[in-house]
């Protein structure tokens, strides 16, 4: 029996020396440029942090080569962030520059910080899950292919943060990012009678739809799907194999703008629907791609200085939003689930 | 190799973002599985569907959680990923590493694994992408021998992150790695052995910056603030001034409260203390001249979630101020008593925020002995349906 | 006379505000109803419990609506408020009257009723309070000849009202007499003769000041507003600043969009008119200077209620601009629509707001052939609950 | 048979002269002190409105009185206000003064315009409804006599406007105002079986709950309250009379503030709950009146010019309003019907 319960390592056993020297006494930080921030700790001390853009799915060899350059030029110490980029810890500021040239070598990007589009937290897709209504990685690859420049130069007028998630159980948290790509089904479940009878539970079944629309089958010792009521949540199939929810006509994807995560300034907001469809065009989402930079680039062209997507938004207006946007405004837009009421617009102040 | 038989995916190896199709083609050099895994991807992006069957219940000795099983539907086209399961393993607080550590990860991943892996899953675990159902116990013997313990998946805690905090950030108010090992470790068992209604996730951020979007992402969320006013270094401020940064527009035209003037002939900036709302953006802007005041500690925050099933919710304010200090008994005991009360209550696939929602906050803060104060809300109800507890009325006859 | 047997009451009579025990006191030198009135409100101070019996159906012929039954509980100790009705009688648009008419009312009530009124109810009908179930009908036939009709009560339309409006408002962007008259008329058989799910009601105002309080208090809200920019008279704006009005921080800052600049020392205010959201703060503050611009109509909105039975509601637009002139077509038009909709889908109490709420806004515009725009909402949904209509996906096999 | 369906005199009909003549025609108004108006037309003419305050509860001898004022100074025109005001419409200048002096006279106040305290929107309480939890014209009276001189005079730093409502069903439409007053219930109904089951139908009074408290009870012919999920709405007994929920002991008055209904500035608001419960203690519950005096004073001396009572709460934040008005926050503050969420705080920004 080998042992359990033991947790991760500590993370003291991770930290470079002069980490675990200024340990929370740092002082300030400068961003020198894209990619390189520097930390100074109250003792006067150093650590310069190079942040690299990742994939996220990569191989054991990839791994092995930021080892190498983490002991070539960070003493044998790297980290990850929380979106995912790599973060080579230097104290030798001479060694800066070497590094980024064989990290550039490599066709790495340097950059991330400050008002740059950081690398986008998504999720599995294709690759690995069961209920994707489209492709994760694919679509990333495809999308900071085209938002390149906006990772490793600084010319974004805040802070731009893009998420995919593959279905709506939103694995990627897209519902707080600034441009979320969000897989979306379209059409209820086809239930396979005969596979339910088998393994799943009738009333769990039924239990399991937040709007009420699984009735039983007695029956066929099934379920029936009352196909108005159904919003293609795929709950249902989370619960049971034989709710099938993946439909290759009709899976697309859909995009959100407007979220946030931090305090800064104004509180927290979620993300908002801007396009309810566009379809599933692998390997590259044409479509998908083109819609991202578009809205990119209208805030990035109407924004003031220092605003997030959504704060542009909410000064404008949404009604603006669209316009400048060129986004047609359908039903689609407007809640019906739950919480509803509170975005219905109560007031007579709107912009034409 | 891959090559040929995969025209659609091959095309992501273009472009100057590193590509993922690289990657699985530099595994599929020693992993037929990972091969079979772009092979069956590239399938993906001719049929516009997933190839893979739905759940399946794998795992190691002892947990209960930690690994996602996984099967492909093509197992005759695509044999060496009909089995092809995910190990959770739990990251360092902070996702620091060292090389030594990453190499011996790799290595052992190499010898049990498809070569693949997330560096980071998004709840913050090493993902270990794809292994068969034998390989899984003596992958993570040889993971434990390395120091490396699984992370969680299913009806129990997740595995909780932190931001970088006091490792590297001058904003934390908290020791954020050191308040996420610690959780990690004395709830361990509910982490291993899934054992509650649904998920629960903890986040630990150093500020109201909120690097591991706690407030987004964790039903119970702990970032760090302070009491007291901004600590201001006139000087400081006066070389932002200096140096072209427009602080009246820049900083106090954007403070949420106004709680910011700007003295642009004496170079001085003045702060209403009672006003500030610790959101960060002025020490953001000035860093140098800046500081959090010097009282710290942490709001907590609980309910937050994705979609599934009555809608995303972020964190709501719970306790909007604990010191934490090792070893965080007075954190511990309420969570605690959160878990308990959930666990009690809760229905199948009920997060926590969705159960306060339904049986009321004030049920909620009875339950675990929370008082109820005025931050937990933006603003009081705007309904009259105010329940009273009976002992706060008259006893009809 | 009522005086000493009503202790308690009588206490009202002290005070600077004029008193409604004297207004009763003075119906009951005439009329005994209103002496029982004042006793049993007494009563009621002495036992903090009212004391009128659960409704009653009353009326007058042809009509289903119009009076509130009511029936005291203690008749025996009040009888002449056994049978104690109210009649709810549909005043003029904007509460206008020539004394002639007033004095009519009043010597038709003095012979059939108690004496008392409310001037007005809070729908705004002439209320008229308290008479028997025998005197409803000669009562009703005299205010008819008189000119006077029955308002609202019961699952139907009820008394629609309007502000002053063009009457004395400089402000009104339509004629809300009018429009309030016209609709009164036109759906005379709803408002007399419920047949609806639950209440109906209707209120104009000329502007976004909204006097009548549509947006609040009415199912379907009315509100004057325009396209176009501001009318500025520089000269008058330069009036009120040389009269003392703090431009800059009493209008400027407080518009809520920015729209608005001032040059104190042009004494020029400057408009982006396409940042207006037409909240009339800035003409409110410069009634000489500033007047709406010149296309003018109304917004609609629909769903303001109280808080029975899913909470209070305020109205939500749903036609962000309509050309109101008479005959109103496209308006009555638009109403006809709602109501048919409405009537067949509400359950029983279910006011139109809630009907929405519960299938959906997009199910209610379609009904009613509204196009989606966002003027609709404040913002876009934050869910990905989207419903798509069976044509607009490609049908499975 | 009378005739039916000729709606109400045409408002032309009521008309005077001057308003006729310059019908949609008004240039603008000044407030030439509480409770005059002067609205000038296009035409050059002016009329005068002198606002003068009324219990609203009052006998035909009192609106003969109005008509006398209104024949000798208004050629026989009067009109009442939204709100219940009286206004005297005065085409002369120089009847302006005398018609004050009688009505100040008959002990009637002129004021109510401006930054004044117009009159209270309220309902019938005790006088003429089956379901009030408390009265309406006696606290009306009692609140206005403490805060007359807010009325006559102007000296608020906004409009105030104060309504009441006798139950949940809210007829004074207390959910918009700077300050309501609401009766409010605190026990569930007491199901009388008998009649019940002798004058109502099940289903209906089950259905009619919106807590869904309410269960059959087939033995009795009548239904029980599960009194844990009561929120005393008072709606069953509207459905049903065999459902008393008034409560002599623990019905009462609760408070609420920071409403408006006017688009100006910001967006129509709802009140929102400020003291729960306060005793119903007749004929002039001081503790209401203290209350809502306390709520105007703090208002008063906190605001800043124009500040309508919410929005001078929106700024300083609700945490810091609960400490300047001195009142304790409890669970009932915390919203728990269906769109609670959205009002709880999700954001790390708040005053201490
Ligand atoms: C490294 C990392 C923490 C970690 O533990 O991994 C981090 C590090 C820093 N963050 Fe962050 N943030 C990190 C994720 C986040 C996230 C989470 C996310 O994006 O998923 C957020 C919330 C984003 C959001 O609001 O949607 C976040 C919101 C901020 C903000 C507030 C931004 C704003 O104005 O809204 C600041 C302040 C600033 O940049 O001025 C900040 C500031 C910083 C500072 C300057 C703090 C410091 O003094 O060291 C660090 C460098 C910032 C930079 O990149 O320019 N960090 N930061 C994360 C890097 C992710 C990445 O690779 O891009
Ligand atoms: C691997 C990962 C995505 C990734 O590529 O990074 C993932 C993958 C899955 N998630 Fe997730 N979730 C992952 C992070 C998240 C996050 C983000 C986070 O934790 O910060 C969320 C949103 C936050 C939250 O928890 O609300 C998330 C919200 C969900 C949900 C919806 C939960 C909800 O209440 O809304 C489900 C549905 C469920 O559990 O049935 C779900 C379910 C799943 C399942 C297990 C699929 C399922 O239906 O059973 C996916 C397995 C994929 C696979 O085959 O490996 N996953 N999932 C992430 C875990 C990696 C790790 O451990 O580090
Ligand atoms: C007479 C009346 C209309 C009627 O058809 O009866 C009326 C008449 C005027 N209103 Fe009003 N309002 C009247 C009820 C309302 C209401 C409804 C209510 O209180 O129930 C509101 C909404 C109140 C709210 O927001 O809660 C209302 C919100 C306004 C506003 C916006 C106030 C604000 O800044 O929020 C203005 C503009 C102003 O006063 O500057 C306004 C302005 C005016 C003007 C100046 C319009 C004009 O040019 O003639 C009139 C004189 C105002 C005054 O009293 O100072 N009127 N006004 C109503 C008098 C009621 C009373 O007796 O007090
Ligand atoms: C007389 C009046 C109060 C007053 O003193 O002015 C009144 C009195 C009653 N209202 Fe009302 N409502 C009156 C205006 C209102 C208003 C205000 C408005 O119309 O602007 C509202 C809020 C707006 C709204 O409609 O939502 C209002 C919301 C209610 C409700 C709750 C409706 C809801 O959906 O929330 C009820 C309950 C019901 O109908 O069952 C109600 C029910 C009642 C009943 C019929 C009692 C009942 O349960 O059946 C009351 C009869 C009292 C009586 O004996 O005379 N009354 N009621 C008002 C009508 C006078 C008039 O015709 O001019
Ligand atoms: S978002 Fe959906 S499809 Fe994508 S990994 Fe998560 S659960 Fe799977
Ligand atoms: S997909 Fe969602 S809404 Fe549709 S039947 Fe399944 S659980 Fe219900
Ligand atoms: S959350 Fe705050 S303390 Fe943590 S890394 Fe971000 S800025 Fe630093
Ligand atoms: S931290 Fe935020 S709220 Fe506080 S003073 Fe700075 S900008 Fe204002
Ligand atoms: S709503 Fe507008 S038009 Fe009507 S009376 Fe009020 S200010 Fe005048
Ligand atoms: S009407 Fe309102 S929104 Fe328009 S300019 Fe004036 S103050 Fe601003
Ligand atoms: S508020 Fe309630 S008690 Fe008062 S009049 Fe309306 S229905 Fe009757
Ligand atoms: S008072 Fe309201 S909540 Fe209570 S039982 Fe009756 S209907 Fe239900």
């Known amino acids: ?352 | 190799m891959a090559n040929a038989q995969t025209p659609r995916v091959d095309e992501l190896e273009k472009g100057p973002w590193p590509s993922f199709v690289k990657e699985i083609k530099r595994a599929a050099e020693k992993h037929p599985s990972a091969g079979d895994l772009l092979r069956q991807l590239d399938l993906s992006y001719a049929e516009k569907i997933g190839h893979w069957k739905h759940g399946g219940i794998v795992g190691v000795k002892g947990y209960g959680g930690g690994v996602i099983g996984r099967y492909s539907d093509k197992p005759e086209e695509f044999p060496h990923v009909k089995e092809f399961h995910t190990m959770r393993i739990n990251q360092p607080s902070g996702w620091f590493y060292t090389t030594e550590a990453l190499r011996k990860l790799c290595d052992i991943w190499d010898k049990y694994g498809s070569g693949l892996t997330n560096f980071h899953g998004s709840t913050g675990d090493i993902i270990l992408l794809g292994t068969t159902t034998g390989n899984l116990q003596p992958c993570f013997d040889e993971l434990s021998d390395a120091g490396f313990d699984l992370g969680g998946s299913g009806g129990g805690l997740r595995t909780p992150s932190a931001c970088v905090g006091p490792a590297r950030c001058e904003f934390s108010c908290i020791d954020t790695l050191d308040v996420c090992h610690s959780l990690t470790l004395e709830f361990q068992d509910f982490l291993h052995r899934p054992q509650w209604p649904y998920k629960f996730k903890i986040k630990v951020s150093g500020c109201a910056n909120d690097c591991v979007a706690s407030i987004a992402r964790a039903d119970f969320a702990i970032i760090g603030t302070w009491k007291g006013a901004i600590q201001i270094d006139q000087a400081a401020v006066a070389d932002y001034a200096d140096a072209g940064l427009n602080i009246q527009e820049e900083v106090v035209e954007k403070c949420p409260t106004g709680a910011l003037a700007w003295d642009g002939e004496k170079k001085e900036l003045k702060l209403k203390a009672e006003d500030c709302v610790r959101c960060m953006h002025c020490i953001n802007k000035m860093p140098k001249a800046l500081r959090p005041g010097e009282q710290r500690g942490a709001t907590l925050l609980v309910g937050g979630k994705a979609t599934i099933l009555k809608s995303a919710f972020l964190g709501w304010v719970i306790v909007p101020f604990m010191e934490l200090k090792p070893p965080y008994t007075e954190l511990k005991d309420l969570l605690r008593r959160i878990f308990d009360w959930w666990d009690e209550n809760g229905k199948n696939r009920e997060r926590i925020g969705e159960l306060i929602y339904r049986v009321g906050m004030r049920t909620f803060l009875k339950a675990v002995g929370l008082p109820p104060v005025p931050q937990m809300v933006f603003r009081p109800r705007a309904n009259p349906y105010v329940f009273w507890w009976p002992e706060e009325v008259k006893r009809n006859a």
């Open chain 1, 1 to 352: 029996m080998p042992r359990t319960d033991f947790g991760p390592p500590h993370y003291m056993e991770m930290l470079p020396p002069v980490i675990k020297r200024n340990y929370g006494r740092w002082k300030y930080h400068e961003i020198l440029r894209p990619g390189v921030l520097k930390h100074v700790a109250e003792s006067g001390e150093e650590i310069y942090s190079i942040r690299v853009g990742s994939p996220r799915l990569v191989s054991t060899d990839f791994i092995r080569e930021v080892c190498d350059l983490a002991d070539k030029y960070c003493d044998g110490y790297v980290r990850f962030t929380s979106r995912h980029n790599i973060e080579f810890l230097v104290t030798k500021k001479e060694n800066i520059e070497p590094l980024i040239q064989e990290v550039k070598a490599k066709g790495w990007p340097v950059g991330g910080t400050g008002n740059c589009l950081s690398n986008m937290v998504h999720t599995q897709g294709w690759i690995h899950c069961h209920t994707p209504a489209t492709d994760a990685s694919g679509i990333v690859k495809a999308v900071m292919d085209e938002l390149y420049e906006y990772f490793v130069e600084e010319k974004l007028p805040a802070k731009l943060r893009i998420s995919l998630a593959c279905c709506l159980n939103m694995c990627g948290a897209v519902h707080c990012s600034d441009i979320a790509i969000l897989g979306v089904h379209r059409t209820p479940p086809r239930v396979d009678h005969e596979l339910l009878a088998k393994v799943s539970e009738i009333p769990t079944v039924v239990a399991s739809c937040p709007t009420g629309a699984i009735r039983p089958n007695p029956k066929l010792k099934s379920v029936e799907v009352n196909e108005e009521r159904c919003m293609y949540c795929g709950n249902c199939f989370t619960m049971s194999p034989a709710m099938q929810i993946m439909d290759p006509e009709n899976d697309g994807v859909s995009i959100w703008v407007g979220g946030k995560v931090s305090n800064a300034r104004t509180a927290p907001m979620f993300s908002r629907l801007a396009i309810p469809y566009l379809p599933n065009n692998p390997p590259r989402w044409p479509e998908v791609v083109e819609a991202v930079k578009k809205l990119v680039e209208v805030w990035a062209t109407h924004a003031r200085k220092g605003e997030r997507m959504g704060e542009w938004i909410e000064r404008i207006g949404w009604e603006t939003f669209f316009k400048l946007a060129d986004i047609p405004f359908t039903d689609k837009h407007i809640d019906d689930f739950i919480f509803s009421v509170p975005t219905f617009r109560t007031t007579t102040q709107f912009r034409w």
